[in-house]
């Protein structure tokens, strides 16, 4: 298996883009990453996208994509592994690539969602979820992770207030990131007395619908430094998976397909939690940022809100988390998500986050969950 | 939608019939003919009671296609009282009275509709009992 690095990134600003479509987003962040990588040509693009069927009546994404950015001919294909569909697609480009079958590959997350109407956007996230047996009975994503949420708070004694901090850090992180939706902080009682979407979640528990798309460019690293200074190195790609019904779970709330997923990463980069130097995680509701550290061995079964809460994930904590603002505060455009986590990521490793620089960053680990923890990629990213 | 697709999940939706392990004796709702206990197939059609308790639960305000008219309702996961978990709506409750740990007991409501002359969807919903 050959050593893979990312040589370039690309991203449009996330959030609602009325004027630009589906493909014009996806070219955008293509186009950025492969200017940044000083290449014209890929050999392969594979485009993670969550809803493109279910919100703009448009399947063959892949194609779409190549068709409009003019790489007429190229190997291209779609990728849908729901809000973790953008990871999804960076790990086909790193298979492609590890195995020797391609040199340069584009992995673009696209997903545009804003032209459709709130009951229209909740169908598509559902579909995210068991059909027959949990969207057949009316539940949608907001109200399937406050049932985690709740029982939570049940279990381990936590009140609503305690889960603020993950939602003032990922505001007050957006602020530095100009491509960021949300660039304001808010406050704890702002937290506390936001509009409720199904108890106990309420509006800044969520990470808000936006249109987006970012892109990476993988090559083998023996090839890497011909195109920049800076490489990053991705020293594990990884899936696992769980049930996607929520009912099916062995246990409520533990996530072992995120637990799986992460101890394969470690298992493959031969590193552990204490020397991950940053986690950009699924923060797309504020459990499953609680339930993400606990999976991924950063704090103890219950003790992820209580990392929080004593400031660990703040830039400068033991474990930062939404370094540039996280789903909650940069936006999350569903399948796009997983590559904004892995741009930011090379952001950090590469010196380039600014005042939200994580200082001598050298390991960063990402995590992009589909469903309420039913596909999840983790990818261990390397500054060398 | 099409009706098949919902006649396929009737004997699940009217009368709670899932399996039951014929290694292991374990009760599997919903059906998934591999039994997640021990891993053997199972197939043994099996009707479970319908008594259970709430395990969790939320209210929510923003519905998706097809149960707008609903809203706000209270949803729930109920532990049965053979062991698996069900995904379910309450009914018959005012949403300020559902605690974790409540008992409750299945009975037969619509669930969403297609639409003025589109389909009636019945399925399980549960009571307090």
Redesign the interface.
């Known amino acids: 298996m050959r050593d893979v690095s990312i040589i370039g990134i690309g991203q449009t600003i996330v959030g609602e883009h009325w004027d630009k479509s589906l493909r014009e987003l996806g070219y955008y962040a293509l186009a950025a990453a492969l200017k940044d990588a000083k290449l014209a040509r890929v050999d392969a693009l594979y485009v993670g996208n969550a809803h493109s069927g279910a919100l703009s009546d448009q399947e063959n994404v892949g194609a779409m994509i190549a068709d409009f950015a003019g790489l007429r001919g190229v190997e291209a294909l779609k990728i849908e592994a729901a809000g973790a569909s953008a990871a999804a697609a960076m790990r086909l480009g790193y298979i492609a690539v590890a195995g020797g079958l391609c040199d340069f590959v584009a992995c673009v997350g696209v997903e545009k969602m804003t032209d459709q109407q709130?009951?229209?956007q909740?169908?598509a996230l559902?579909m995210s979820a068991?059909g027959?047996?949990?969207?057949?009975?009316?539940?949608?994503t907001?109200?399937l992770n406050?049932?985690?949420m709740?029982?939570y708070m049940?279990e381990y004694g936590y009140t609503k207030a305690d889960f603020a901090p993950f939602a003032v850090n990922a505001h007050a992180n957006a602020i530095n990131n100009p491509f960021a939706m949300y660039r304001m902080n808010i406050s704890p009682k702002q937290f506390a007395e936001a509009k409720?979407?199904?108890?106990?979640?309420s509006m800044f528990d969520s990470s808000p619908v936006a249109d987006g798309a970012a892109c990476v460019i993988l090559a083998p690293s023996a090839l890497a430094r011909e195109f920049t200074d800076r490489p990053v190195r991705v020293r594990a790609s990884a899936v696992a998976t769980d049930t996607v019904?929520?009912?099916?779970?062995?246990d409520?709330l533990s996530l072992d397909g995120a637990a799986w997923s992460a101890q394969k990463a470690f298992a493959a980069a031969g590193v552990n939690p204490n020397d991950i130097d940053l986690f950009e995680l699924h923060d797309g509701f504020t459990i499953m940022s609680a339930l993400s550290l606990e999976a991924a061995g950063f704090a103890a079964r219950g003790k992820g809100v209580e990392l929080a809460l004593n400031g660990e994930i703040r830039l400068g904590g033991r474990i930062p988390i939404t370094t540039m603002g996280g789903m909650k505060a940069r936006g999350n455009p569903a399948g796009a998500s997983g590559l904004y986590q892995i741009v930011e990521a090379v952001e950090q490793l590469r010196g380039e986050a600014g005042a939200n620089q994580v200082a001598n960053a050298r390991l960063a680990m990402t995590q992009n969950i589909g469903g309420s923890g039913a596909t999840v990629v983790t990818s261990i990213l390397e500054r060398i | 939608m099409e009706v098949a697709r919902f006649w396929r999940t009737n004997k699940q939706r009217y009368q709670l019939v899932g399996e039951e392990c014929p290694h292991c004796k374990g009760k599997i709702f919903p059906p998934r003919d591999i039994c997640p206990t021990c891993d053997k197939e199972a197939k043994v059609p099996y009707v479970f009671s319908g008594k259970g308790e709430v395990f969790s639960f939320s209210t929510l305000h923003q519905a998706p296609a097809g149960f707008e008219r609903y809203a706000p309702y209270t949803v729930a996961l109920v532990k049965l009282s053979e062991g698996p978990m069900v995904t379910a709506q309450l009914t018959d409750v005012d949403a300020n009275d559902v605690k974790i740990g409540m008992p409750v007991e299945m009975v037969t409501r619509v669930l969403r509709e297609d639409g003025e002359r589109g389909m009636l969807v019945y399925g399980y919903k549960f009571r307090p009992a």
């Open positions: 709130p009951s229209t909740e169908s559902a068991d027959d047996y949990e969207a057949m009975q009316g539940l949608t907001v109200s406050a049932l985690l709740r029982r049940h409720p979407l199904a108890d106990p979640i019904g929520l009912h099916d779970r062995r409520l």
